[in-house]
């Protein structure tokens, strides 16, 4: 009996981790949930009728987005440095190179925000479309406090 009695909890917890959970439930336990994602690395599917959402931590998110690179390109000219960064269509500007990264990692910022703002257009733009995985990636280097470093840790081509 107290066999069977685990079988049915442990199946049940499964569904759970599988299984959507409703919106509403998902407000009340917030806190768990985003503990579950961020600390414990166990997603959460969210529902709101038919549209599913998947709760992820930020490291996770930086774990499925390691096959993507930042390749930023250092351009100097007589004012200073430029560094572009074709991933995202951006670049930054300094007197030199490390104020052109820091330039460029708050440029991102922005572009992060843009995007966000008009991702119903974006992610279908032909010119933008391709920018949705780095853009994730970017916001969740930047949530785990590691955008300037995989920006500055890039191998960085210098012209």
């Known amino acids: 009996m107290l066999f069977e009695m685990y079988s049915v909890y442990t199946m049940v917890m499964n569904v759970e981790a599988i299984a959507p959970m409703g919106v509403v439930r998902a407000r009340k336990d917030l806190g768990r949930l985003v503990r579950n994602a961020a600390v414990l690395h166990r997603p959460s599917l969210i529902a709101n009728g038919e549209a599913v959402g998947l709760l992820l931590g930020a ?25 572009w960064l074709p991933e995202l269509e951006v670049y930054g500007h300094g007197e030199d190179v490390d104020a052109a990264l820091a330039d460029l990692a708050e440029e991102v910022r922005e572009y992060i925000d843009e995007y966000l703002a008009e991702i119903g257009r974006y992610r279908h733009a032909p010119n933008r479309a391709g920018h949705f995985p780095y853009v994730v990636k970017a916001l969740a280097l930047d949530a785990g406090g590691h955008l300037e470093q995989a920006l500055l840790g890039s191998e960085v081509a210098r012209s």
């Open 59 to 83: 490291d996770d998110v930086e774990d499925l987005a390691a096959g993507l690179s930042f390749n930023p390109e250092v351009y100097q000219d007589g004012e200073g440095v430029s560094v």
